[in-house]
């Protein structure tokens, strides 16, 4: 059984301005790029209890995938059907259209 995961805002740029986050999504500098940002994101593992930097999140990833492949292979498997960026527009639009409704109604 999977464990429930929180603080996803963590990884999804809370932390960074909206002016920041717009240019990762147009900038020609590979280095600063979303994919860029999200190779360099971290998780809150480490590899040891000795490590003084915690794990990227592939590293992360890959670590499980050792100890319960069977959880890693279902994951990977499940991605292959998902379209994150359709989900996010879809529930970026709904809520863009329930305030709007509030707003016009107010």
Same mark, same amino acid.
């Given at each position: ?22 240019? %990762?999504?147009?900038? /020609? ?5 979303? +994919? &860029? ?5 971290? #998780?809150? $593992? ?19 995938? %050792?100890?319960?492949? /069977? ?5 990977? +498997? &499940? ?5 994150? #960026?359709? $989900? ?19």
């Amino acid at each position: 059984m999977l464990a429930p995961t929180f603080d996803h805002a963590s990884s999804l740029g809370r932390s960074e301005t909206d002016a920041n986050r717009s240019k %990762r999504l147009i900038t /020609q500098d590979r280095g600063g790029s979303v +994919e &860029a940002y999200v190779a360099r994101a971290r #998780s809150g $593992f480490f590899e040891t209890p000795a490590a003084h930097r915690t794990m990227t999140t592939l590293e992360t990833f890959m670590a499980t995938a %050792r100890v319960r492949p /069977q959880a890693s292979r279902y994951w990977i +498997e &499940a991605l292959f059907g998902l379209s994150s #960026s359709d $989900f996010a527009m879809r529930v970026l639009e709904a809520n863009r259209e329930r305030l709007l409704k509030v707003v016009s109604e107010g």
